[in-house]
């Protein structure tokens, strides 16, 4: 199981401070929402934040763009130290280059869909994916609800990935609490994504410990 932090729920006063706090967690991953003002109604920070923070962690560092011209950023944020780098699938008729391009780049591939947009949009790149990021709020804000509808469409990645003999993970992201990551990973899910239930607490440590009980006791 990966827990993944999202920094967005971080303080970012001192954001050098909160990477290195996430490093020494015991999470797997730091997740790094990227927003323009355009594809999401906020914006949140760039290349240069993260090329800042990237020698505080030794975590895979999981760069999730929720931008409208991603082609542009690929490059800058895989300099900056990206790991993984996830588009959305929403930008249509780019995916398949977007997707060359972060191989090219030496990068994973994680693709995500919203929660308004049908599996049926992810399944013809299955194959060519090492993440399938499942958006369980609408993006651009932490700390909203959970969409409890999306448990299904965890159902359905899991059930795909079984018949088809992939091995891509199944990530859940937004409104994700300790017991919510329970239900997911019942459902399949195998990533955690959280930004509030994580960095929003004072003892981060304690916070991804429990969550991973929790995720492991399903
Ligand atoms: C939302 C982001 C999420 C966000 C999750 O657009 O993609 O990664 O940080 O935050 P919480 O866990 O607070 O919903
Ligand atoms: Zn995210």
Redesign the pocket.
Known sequence: MVIAP?L??ANFARLGVEAARADRSGADWL?L?I?DGHF?PNISFGPAVVKTIRPLSRLTFDV?L?CSRPEILLEPFAKAGADRITIHVELDGQVVPLIWKIRSLGKQVGLSLNPPTAMASVEPYLDRIDSLLI?T?N??????EFITECLTKVQQAAAWREQLGLNYRIAV????DDAIAASCAQAGADTF?????LF?QPNLKAAVARMRKSVNAR
């Open positions: 999202s967005l729920a997740h929402d927003m999401v999730h929720m958006m709020v993006p651009g804000f932490g700390g909203q992201d937004g409104g994700v994504i959280c930004g509030t239930a929003g």
